[in-house]
């Protein structure tokens, strides 16, 4: 697949890479599994003297001696003897980086965890002795999100406060997304695009799976998605069961709910049949899986609050797949495509409406944007988009048929939140498909 986007990200890692030749610089890369880091990381350093070591789920000895190779090869040096412990690797390349300029690479850092927790204590005596007079640019990425910002940002963890900068690689936005069905679907419906931003939320895997099999159209989508071995049907258990451990049961409970419209506490402690106030933090602060929406202007300690999973393709697998497991295990994906086809004209509009804050967003024209509902879940808004210096105020409807949008009842919706708005200029919008 062509590299997409990317641009800040690339021109942030060749800024480190040149100060990296006047002073030792440590950066950590998180971004959830799938998103195209090593990717990133692979354009970024394509010309540079660089080492890449990955670290997979096998012993010490056989990863040192994998890193060995590696630094014979990349750097030319000869090292006679057997090294067997990854502090010796380390020290090794912390004191060549002294009299000359590489970058290390370490992919998926946090599996070190597994292998020998203290090569992070080991790493930090040896960054701290010797990073004054070394010129490496280390690079250390990882995508279990709670974990690399546990070791990275912990307070009580060995490398907390020894990174120089840190790296959060996100999702395609809604324009590259855009630019890829341009490019490779030109002439697509709406309807198409809508689909490949619902099934793919930007994560460049996914667009590059849909891409490779010519999956540009929802009908293409959903066949690929729910053919027999297709990676999309096991991707949520392999994304998050190591995140969550032993407690996967009830965090994959939670988000279900919250994917199938349980989106409130209440409502999900009434199903679970026990409290989970402590898991919704952790999936929203520990984990960045899940967000705590109130309406605009709310106050922060508001109850008024109804939760959102965050990435659309997750989403989908929790209200789906997972939510319909029991068929899954069966092999009849038939049947879960034709619930999908049911439900799809339902399901896709709250997508439809993120999509356009996410456009909302990039446009950079409002200072808050957000949705609005009163108790019980009156006069919802979809869209309220506010420029405080301007006095501008946008107020929209998102329907995926513009001829299901009223002005009139809008305007109606609007009343009460418009008294705090005296003097600002008010839009009225409805946004469909054909605005996308």
Same mark, same amino acid.
């Given at each position: 697949?062509?590299?997409?986007?990317?641009?800040?990200?690339? #021109?942030?890692?060749?800024?480190?890479?040149?100060?990296? $030749?006047?002073?030792?610089?440590?950066?950590?890369?998180?971004?959830?599994?799938?998103?195209?880091? $090593?990717?990133?990381?692979?354009?970024?350093?394509?010309?540079?003297?660089?080492?890449?070591?990955?670290?997979?789920?096998?012993?010490?000895?056989?990863?040192?001696?994998?890193?060995?190779?590696?630094?014979?090869?990349? *750097?030319?040096?000869?090292?006679?003897?057997?090294?067997?412990?990854?502090?010796?690797?380390?020290?090794?390349?912390?004191?060549?980086?002294?009299?000359?300029?590489?970058?290390?690479?370490?992919?998926?850092?946090?599996?070190?965890? $597994?292998?020998?927790?203290?090569?992070?204590?080991?790493?930090?005596?040896?960054?701290?002795?010797?990073?004054?007079?070394?010129?490496?640019?280390?690079?250390?990425?990882?995508?279990?999100?709670?974990?690399?910002?546990?070791?990275?940002?912990?307070?009580?963890?060995?490398?907390?406060?020894?990174?120089?900068?840190?790296?959060?690689?996100?999702?395609?936005?809604?324009?590259?997304?855009?630019?890829?069905?341009?490019?490779?679907?030109?002439?697509?419906?709406?309807?198409?695009?809508?689909?490949?931003?619902?099934?793919?939320?930007?994560?460049?895997?996914?667009?590059?799976?849909?891409?490779?099999? +010519? #999956?540009?159209?929802?009908?293409?989508?959903?066949?690929?998605?729910?053919?027999?071995?297709?990676?999309?049907?096991?991707?949520?258990?392999?994304?998050?069961?190591?995140?969550?451990?032993?407690?996967?049961?009830?965090?994959?409970?939670?988000?279900?709910?919250?994917?199938?419209?349980?989106?409130?506490?209440?409502?999900?402690?009434?199903? *679970?049949?026990?409290?989970?106030?402590?898991?919704?933090?952790?999936?929203?602060?520990?984990?960045?899986?899940?967000?705590?929406?109130?309406?605009?202007?709310?106050?922060?300690?508001?109850?008024?609050?109804?939760?959102?999973?965050?990435?659309?393709?997750?989403?989908?697998?929790?209200?789906?797949?997972?939510?319909?497991?029991?068929?899954?295990?069966?092999?009849?994906?038939?049947?879960?495509?034709?619930?999908?086809?049911?439900?799809?004209?339902?399901?896709?509009?709250?997508?439809?409406?993120?999509?356009?804050?996410? +456009?909302?967003? #990039?446009?950079?024209?409002?200072?808050?944007?957000?949705?609005?509902?009163?108790?019980?879940?009156?006069?919802?808004?979809?869209?309220?988009?506010?420029?405080?210096?301007?006095?501008?105020?946008?107020?929209?409807?998102?329907?995926?048929?513009?001829?299901?949008?009223?002005?009139?009842?809008?305007?109606?919706?609007? +009343?009460?939140?418009?008294?705090?708005?005296?003097?600002?200029?008010?839009?009225?919008?409805?946004?469909?498909?054909?605005?996308?």
């Amino acid at each position: 697949m062509k590299f997409y986007n990317r641009t800040s990200e690339l #021109a942030m890692l060749a800024k480190i890479e040149q100060l990296a $030749t006047l002073a030792a610089q440590m950066t950590f890369v998180v971004g959830r599994r799938r998103i195209g880091k $090593t990717s990133l990381i692979s354009k970024a350093y394509a010309h540079s003297k660089s080492l890449y070591f990955f670290v997979s789920k096998k012993s010490e000895t056989l990863l040192c001696a994998e890193f060995t190779e590696e630094i014979k090869r990349k *750097l030319e040096v000869p090292i006679f003897g057997e090294i067997k412990s990854f502090k010796e690797i380390f020290a090794l390349l912390m004191e060549l980086s002294k009299s000359q300029h590489f970058t290390l690479i370490i992919d998926e850092f946090q599996e070190f965890n $597994t292998v020998n927790a203290a090569v992070f204590s080991d790493m930090q005596h040896l960054w701290d002795a010797h990073k004054d007079s070394s010129k490496i640019n280390l690079v250390l990425c990882g995508s279990v999100y709670s974990l690399m910002t546990r070791i990275f940002e912990g307070s009580k963890e060995p490398l907390f406060g020894r990174a120089t900068h840190r790296l959060h690689v996100k999702a395609f936005d809604v324009a590259t997304l855009a630019q890829i069905m341009e490019e490779n679907a030109p002439g697509y419906a709406k309807e198409d695009l809508l689909a490949f931003y619902l099934f793919t939320g930007g994560v460049a895997k996914y667009v590059e799976l849909l891409l490779l099999n +010519k #999956a540009l159209h929802l009908d293409a989508i959903l066949e690929y998605v729910f053919t027999e071995n297709s990676l999309f049907i096991e991707e949520g258990k392999h994304l998050l069961i190591e995140e969550f451990g032993k407690e996967y049961g009830i965090y994959f409970s939670i988000l279900s709910l919250i994917a199938s419209g349980k989106t409130s506490r209440p409502a999900i402690e009434s199903i *679970l049949e026990t409290t989970v106030g402590g898991h919704l933090d952790r999936l929203e602060n520990d984990y960045g899986l899940i967000k705590k929406i109130r309406p605009i202007l709310a106050k922060p300690n508001s109850r008024m609050v109804k939760y959102t999973v965050e990435d659309n393709f997750l989403n989908f697998w929790f209200r789906f797949i997972f939510k319909h497991r029991s068929a899954i295990e069966i092999g009849n994906l038939a049947y879960i495509k034709e619930l999908v086809v049911r439900d799809y004209p339902t399901f896709c509009g709250r997508f439809l409406e993120k999509y356009f804050i996410e +456009k909302l967003k #990039a446009e950079k024209s409002y200072n808050l944007i957000g949705t609005y509902w009163e108790r019980d879940n009156q006069n919802e808004i979809d869209i309220v988009a506010i420029n405080e210096l301007s006095k501008r105020i946008l107020i929209a409807e998102v329907k995926r048929n513009p001829n299901q949008i009223s002005l009139p009842k809008l305007k109606e919706k609007a +009343k009460k939140l418009l008294l705090d708005f005296n003097g600002y200029e008010i839009d009225y919008q409805g946004l469909s498909l054909r605005d996308m």
